[in-house]
């Protein structure tokens, strides 16, 4: 992906059902109570995303209360606006501009009709599953009226409110990358109570985002672009953009450490930035011309040492006013620099190697905290071969971390997902790769990993189907979990919203893609983000304890130390060549013939108490991801395989 994301960088415009049910009058009132299962498992709780002190999990089910979504009496307003055809305009509004909001708070379903005749509006609103959890039926009069419906929700998810005029079949049209018929929004999950907290260490957490999307401006790109998007989706890491082609496009000395521009979101010291070197202007490159294909190396290597050591210094100052939580400075060097990308690399092994050596000799001598790591190839397996490849060259002397890309296939897609090309043996392979030429301990950073719609898919007024999302948020996740699971100290997500070159990269739908190709300033959620979301706030800023290794056939499973060091969560799935998969499973959680309670979530984070007896918890695994905590961590231990040469030290 290396052509789209040189124009992405965040420095410019670059299972389960539900057993919620719901009734409603004419009126159109409607409620929703339960929770959702997902993987057999039933879910309710609290919501949102917080990182407070907590305390122990609750120990019986009853403490941990079902989470219910409920909508007041619809009201309406007649309007004044005329047309010669019916229409139905449906949005959501809240207290987020990415219909992304907190558990519990008051959010306004709007539904603007235009009628000839007069009509029924039939709405509801459903789940990542399809299943109606609120409905109604509404009469609208002739001409333009306006219903709206006052909700909350403490059950977390994805939710889509859907609805059309019967009569006339008018229904919310296409907009963006979200097909016709709905608006979607997301409720985020609440586990501050539950969870340990994180430390504050960013250097601790384990997710990345690639994009940005100014939606408090309303304009790209104006503002912050980092939040709310990363603090929704519970990421930490992001790119900042230092290519000498953009800083110094025109000649030396164009860039200043001290007065270069940095995006509002870094400074307010929640984010942990990887600072990207790739990219020479034409000034500085051997490349035969300005739009030479690939990536040729520099004319100067000296020059472009005193670039770096700019850099670096710029990176100091950052690190001391903006982001004082995050312990070292990392520094990426290239970008996919294997065969195929338009950021292929021209020069020879010996000339790459140097290059590392201009930016790690550049970077230490003015940051006492640099971190230089690469190649940033596409895959992990070729990362292991240029490791392995480049090692006695000298390349290992001027890493001091690892970053690759995680593409485990070509056109990694909702419909080849991550297990259908051996994620897990492909990210094992490359730790092995780097404890044969690197010390222990060395971390490894997945700085892109995206998945898209299937092959040749586009955005259309019926597609993606609900089918389509609900496999692109299963394969996002479980190849994020499998990253982490496998030794992966961060996974960067790709991308915030959809873009139309590739199509349903994103984790948001792209409203207004027509005007905003990237970084679009008007999103709503998919249901991959409110997946990541409860990923992120239940493993985030924990160690990865491997792999269970007794898990049945088309099982996967992966127990991660939380930040207390006194509990674990697992996350649990199973995936067949049908998406359909169903496995029963007995895990583990305790010493043989203790019984007690562990706390299930479902795959958007919705919590329960479940018993366990004799130390062992009956769970249904599914496609979508369910997670454990328990507090046994010794028994997890013993049931897994640890990844090579990983650190479970916080």
Known sequence: MAAIAAAMMITGCSGGSSDGTSTSSASGTSSAGGGSTSGGTSSGGTSSGGTTPVTPPPSTAASIPAGALSCASAEQTAGSVTSSSSSLGISVSGNDLTQTFTSGSTFTVKFEAVSQNGDILAWQIVDYTGTALASGSIGVPQGSTTTTLACSSTLAGYFAAAAKLQNSGATQPQLGSRPAGYASF??????????????????QRRIGLQGANYVESGVC??????????ENLGSTWVLDQRSEATTEPNYAGQFNPASHSLDPGLKQGTLARIISMDGLPA??????????FGTYPPKSFSAFQNYSALVGQESVLIHAKYIPNQQKNYYQVTWEPDPGPSTEWKGSDAQFVELYQAAWNGVHSSDPDAMVMGPATQGPVTCGEWLTRLAPLGFTKYLDAVSCHGYYTISASSSKPPESADLPGQIQGLRKAMVSVLPAGTKLFVTE?????????????GYPTNDVLTQHAEAVVRTHLIMLGEGVDTSFLFYSADFPSSVGFGMYFNLSMAKNNFNSPN???KPAALAVAATARLIDGSRSLGALTNLPSGGYGYSFLLADKAHAMTAL?????????SISYQLKVDSAGASGTAVVFDAMGNPKSVQYANGVLTLTLSEMPIYVMSSNVSVLQSQTRAPEGYSTQF
Do not use: R
Not at 221 to 230: A, D, K, R
Not at 573 to 581: C, K, Y
């Open 186 to 203: 997301g409720i985020l999950p609440h586990v501050a109570d539950i969870v340990p907290a994180m430390g504050s260490a960013l250097d």
């Open 221 to 230: 790109c104006s503002g912050n672009g980092l939040q709310p998007v990363n």
């Open 283 to 292: 000034w500085a490159s051997t490349a035969p011309s300005a739009h030479a």
């Open 449 to 461: 990993s995206g998945i898209s719609y299937p092959d040749g898919a586009q955005y259309t007024a």
């Open 523 to 525: 999103i709503a959620p």
């Open 573 to 581: 799935w199973a995936h067949n060549g049908s998406f359909d998969a």
